[in-house]
């Protein structure tokens, strides 16, 4: 047997990496390592105090169970590494064998007498850990009768009166404290382990309600953004069709319509490239929701959008020199939150609005996106409830816009505030964790 595989055998203990095997398999685990802790502490105690005091041990029982516990070692370390699959009635059987073991050992090393038999209580606290309440109050009642049994022929056979006076009483008081402490014990325990088992259970439904809801959230975002995008095109096509629709046949015949056709092309185009990326949006091959994009890639996105669909906007976007080669996440719902604060804000304005992207000067490890406008503020009631959902003070409008917003930049560690600046109508910063590095290739949003 080569060293790596010595290694790998007395390795049964569970460790960090054993996390996605089930618990069967990790419970058989921790078995054997008990196995050969109790057994290996039992071999060297004895050869040591054999040094001092020669021990009258039986070689051929002892002997026969350490072959019994090699095997049983062995087969159950290559069912850990082997077997497809561990049920709980392998774990019941090699408990069971441990019983068997400890008992062969204590009937020819003392029965009660022997301290080693408290080790019976060690087996039931793992059993009520790993097995559920039946079985462990099974082996309570196993290893009561183990024990009382050995106490029984003790006392018939009159063994322990010969070493010295009251002995008897001594072992009585050591099998009522066994008794009392294997009931606790599998009381006790079985239902720690139930309450433990029923925690995991539900922080497990909590993880996937959670993960469940933000991608709800994240769906909502990236709809609320689509919805945006779909309003001005369709709001374009809707007046050259009315434009055309009032035409004579005759008028029709003179006006040359090819450029409104081409108009009307383009917005169709911007219809479905703004449904197909909430169509993909969760979809496993989409390259733009891997990895990171640059600051300046947004900027450039973000503007194109809006001067695109608000051309008659005043709009003045700046960057910072040193947030240009910035990586953020490549998350397209961040574009739409962004875009659709501009969009709050040029609907908010009298005449102009203003788009700034820098590092924050108080956290460098984080970009700043300032949106202001010279509008009348944002009304009193709006911001007490500010992030709230449907809150809004446009008739007609859901109140959804900061909400999903706000939560879009909170999945990715970022938030949103917003002032009123006197005199200056309203100042929304973005704040967004940078990453250092990306990890894909560079995607544009």
């Given at each position: 047997?080569?060293?790596?595989?010595?290694?790998r055998?007395?390795?049964?203990?569970?460790?960090?990496?054993?996390?996605?095997?089930?618990?069967?398999?990790?419970?058989?685990?921790?078995?054997?390592?008990?196995?050969?802790?109790?057994?290996?502490?039992?071999?060297?105690g004895?050869?040591?105090?054999n040094?001092?005091?020669?021990l009258?041990?039986?070689?051929?029982?002892?002997?026969?169970?350490?072959?019994?516990?090699?095997?049983?070692?062995?087969?159950?370390?290559?069912?850990?590494?082997?077997?497809?699959?561990?049920?709980?009635g392998?774990?019941?059987?090699?408990?069971?064998l441990?019983?068997?073991?400890?008992?062969?050992?204590?009937?020819?090393?003392?029965?009660?007498?022997?301290?080693?038999?408290s080790?019976?209580?060690?087996?039931?606290?793992?059993?009520?850990?790993?097995?559920?309440?039946?079985w462990?109050?099974?082996?309570?009642?196993?290893a009561?009768?183990?024990?009382?049994?050995?106490?029984?022929?003790?006392i018939?056979?009159?063994?322990?009166?010969?070493h010295?006076?009251?002995f008897?009483?001594?072992?009585?008081?050591?099998?009522?404290?066994?008794?009392?402490?294997?009931?606790?014990?599998?009381?006790f325990?079985?239902r720690?382990a139930?309450?433990?088992?029923?925690?995991?259970?539900?922080?497990?439904?909590s993880?996937?309600?959670?993960?469940?809801?933000?991608?709800l959230?994240a769906?909502?975002?990236?709809?609320?953004?689509?919805?945006?995008?779909?309003?001005?095109?369709l709001?374009?096509?809707?007046?050259?069709?009315s434009?055309l629709?009032?035409?004579?046949?005759?008028?029709?015949?003179?006006?040359s319509?090819?450029?409104?056709?081409?108009?009307?092309?383009?917005?169709?185009?911007?219809?479905?490239?703004?449904?197909?990326?909430?169509?993909?949006?969760?979809?496993?091959?989409?390259?733009?929701?891997?990895?990171?994009?640059?600051?300046?890639?947004?900027?450039?996105?973000?503007?194109?959008?809006?001067?695109?669909?608000h051309?008659?906007?005043?709009?003045?976007?700046?960057?910072?020199?040193?947030?240009?080669?910035?990586?953020?996440?490549?998350?397209?719902?961040?574009?739409?939150?962004?875009?659709?604060?501009?969009?709050?804000?040029?609907?908010?304005?009298?005449?102009?609005?203003?788009?700034?992207?820098?590092?924050d000067?108080?956290?460098?490890?984080?970009?700043?996106?300032?949106?202001?406008?010279?509008?009348?503020?944002?009304?009193?009631?709006?911001?007490?409830?500010?992030?709230?959902?449907?809150?809004s003070?446009?008739?007609?409008?859901?109140?959804?816009?900061?909400f999903l917003?706000?939560?879009?930049?909170?999945?990715?560690?970022?938030?949103?505030?917003?002032?009123?600046?006197?005199?200056?109508?309203?100042?929304?910063?973005?704040?967004?964790?940078l990453?250092?590095?990306?990890?894909?290739?560079?995607?544009?949003?």
């Amino acid at each position: 047997m080569t060293k790596t595989t010595l290694i790998r055998l007395f390795s049964l203990f569970p460790d960090s990496g054993a996390d996605s095997r089930s618990a069967p398999r990790i419970g058989l685990q921790r078995l054997l390592g008990l196995r050969i802790l109790v057994a290996g502490s039992s071999i060297a105690g004895a050869l040591l105090f054999n040094l001092f005091s020669p021990l009258e041990l039986p070689l051929l029982p002892v002997a026969l169970v350490l072959t019994g516990i090699v095997l049983s070692v062995l087969i159950g370390y290559w069912r850990v590494n082997h077997a497809s699959l561990i049920r709980h009635g392998e774990l019941v059987m090699q408990l069971a064998l441990d019983f068997v073991f400890a008992s062969i050992v204590l009937m020819y090393t003392g029965g009660s007498s022997n301290p080693l038999i408290s080790y019976l209580l060690v087996l039931l606290a793992v059993g009520a850990t790993l097995l559920r309440s039946l079985w462990a109050h099974l082996f309570a009642l196993l290893a009561i009768l183990i024990h009382t049994g050995f106490l029984a022929y003790g006392i018939i056979s009159d063994e322990h009166s010969q070493h010295m006076p009251n002995f008897q009483l001594h072992l009585v008081g050591m099998w009522v404290t066994f008794v009392v402490s294997a009931a606790l014990i599998t009381t006790f325990v079985s239902r720690m382990a139930a309450a433990i088992r029923s925690r995991e259970m539900t922080l497990a439904k909590s993880r996937e309600n959670e993960l469940r809801n933000e991608q709800l959230v994240a769906i909502g975002s990236l709809a609320a953004g689509t919805a945006h995008a779909l309003g001005t095109p369709l709001s374009t096509m809707a007046v050259l069709l009315s434009d055309l629709d009032g035409l004579t046949d005759e008028q029709l015949r003179e006006t040359s319509i090819k450029a409104d056709i081409h108009v009307l092309r383009q917005q169709v185009v911007r219809c479905k490239q703004s449904l197909d990326q909430l169509t993909h949006f969760y979809h496993k091959g989409d390259q733009q929701h891997l990895g990171r994009m640059r600051m300046s890639s947004l900027h450039d996105a973000v503007r194109d959008y809006i001067v695109n669909i608000h051309p008659r906007a005043h709009i003045e976007f700046t960057i910072s020199d040193n947030c240009r080669e910035s990586w953020i996440p490549a998350d397209i719902t961040i574009r739409h939150a962004l875009i659709n604060i501009i969009e709050n804000a040029i609907r908010a304005a009298h005449q102009l609005v203003t788009v700034h992207y820098c590092i924050d000067e108080t956290r460098a490890s984080t970009a700043l996106i300032k949106v202001q406008d010279d509008g009348d503020g944002i009304p009193a009631e709006v911001m007490e409830s500010m992030g709230e959902p449907f809150i809004s003070s446009r008739e007609g409008s859901m109140g959804l816009g900061i909400f999903l917003a706000n939560s879009t930049l909170q999945r990715h560690g970022g938030s949103i505030e917003m002032f009123n600046v006197p005199g200056a109508g309203a100042l929304t910063c973005i704040h967004l964790p940078l990453t250092e590095t990306k990890t894909v290739g560079e995607s544009t949003p």
